[in-house]
């Protein structure tokens, strides 16, 4: 059951694999019970983060009918579901709906490149057709076609539109967006070059979908709670500057290269990544791992750094 509002750390979870391949559902169980027992407040499968584009319709569709085995009380599911027209995204909100979901994200489809006007007619027709929540994800490093802010509160409007993640490095958009007091949960991404996190959280924000929670759970969940009081503003701002460098690390390369490499290397199920990409090799995931230690993040989670050949 989707809350009346989502707050706190969304996190955009990665596609564990098998070693031939398959999608590793055992592994999305741990990664799931990882996630719920640090303070996780909704998670989202196929994301980019999931490698989405890189996972056929067979297997998009089961991963929403394996991983919904696994779903609790204690977080929402959310699903990608863009598709590349309209009446595809509607096919993939109407299967991820009739399995059980939560809700469905999505994204302008990319390569595309449809104008603004195309864009916010996209998200009405597939929140028309919808019977779960939608959230939308302005996402232009990705898909080029970029939202503002007039667009995202004319979204807001429609019942059934439920959360705006925004991945723009604009503090201004994120001020109009706060002050118009839209009834939609506004979010970010936690990337540290766009530096969005801090100032929409002190703005009123209601937390980050994040892809840095696959490692540092409990981390995002600080750093994402919506500002009550002054703790919470200091909590904020000492975790986020504490975590900026496996922040940085986390964005090095294309997502999610660097933080499902560092996963595997700390034992938690992971996999490779899909070609054509390829995982870090052994000097810069070597920094990521020296980060790591540095900041005490395997001994706080109960991990170990795994030897090259396991």
């Known amino acids: 059951m989707v809350p009346e509002k989502i707050q706190g750390s969304f996190v955009a979870l990665i596609t564990p694999f098998n070693r031939d391949g398959s999608i590793d559902f055992e592994g999305f169980r741990t990664l799931l019970q990882f996630q719920e027992e640090n303070g996780t407040s909704a998670v989202l499968f196929m994301g980019s983060t999931g490698e989405t584009s890189l996972l056929s319709v067979e297997e998009r569709r089961d991963l929403i009918t394996g991983t919904m085995k696994f779903r609790t009380d204690a977080m929402p599911f959310f699903y990608g579901c863009t598709g590349n027209s309209t009446e595809a995204a509607i096919e993939n909100v109407r299967h991820a709906a009739a399995e059980g979901a939560d809700g469905a994200i999505i994204a302008v489809p990319s390569y595309i490149c449809p104008s603004e006007e195309d864009s916010v007619r996209y998200f009405l027709d597939i929140a028309d057709a919808s019977t779960i929540p939608i959230g939308i994800y302005n996402n232009p490093p990705r898909v080029k076609t970029d939202l503002s802010a007039q667009a995202i509160l004319r979204l807001a409007e429609h019942p059934n539109i439920v959360v705006n993640k925004e991945s723009t490095a604009r503090v201004a958009q994120i001020s109009h967006l706060c002050a118009a007091k839209a009834d939609i949960s506004l979010m970010c991404c936690d990337s540290p070059s766009l530096g969005l996190v801090v100032p929409l959280m002190a703005l009123g924000g209601d937390g980050t979908a994040n892809m840095s929670g696959n490692v540092i759970p409990r981390e995002m969940a600080a750093i ?74 395997a001994d706080a989670y109960g991990l170990r750094v795994k030897a090259a050949a396991e």
């Not at 199920?269 to 790591?292: F, K, M, T």
């Open 224 to 297: 994402s709670k919506p500002w009550k009081d002054h703790d919470d503003a200091i909590q904020c701002r000492e975790t986020w500057l504490r975590m900026l460098p496996l922040l940085h690390f986390n964005y090095s390369e294309t997502n999610p290269v660097p933080v499902k490499s560092l996963m595997r290397a700390l034992g938690l199920p992971a996999g490779d990544l899909r070609r054509p990409l390829s995982p870090l090799d052994d000097v810069a995931l070597g920094r990521g791992l020296d980060i790591v230690r540095e900041l005490g993040i």
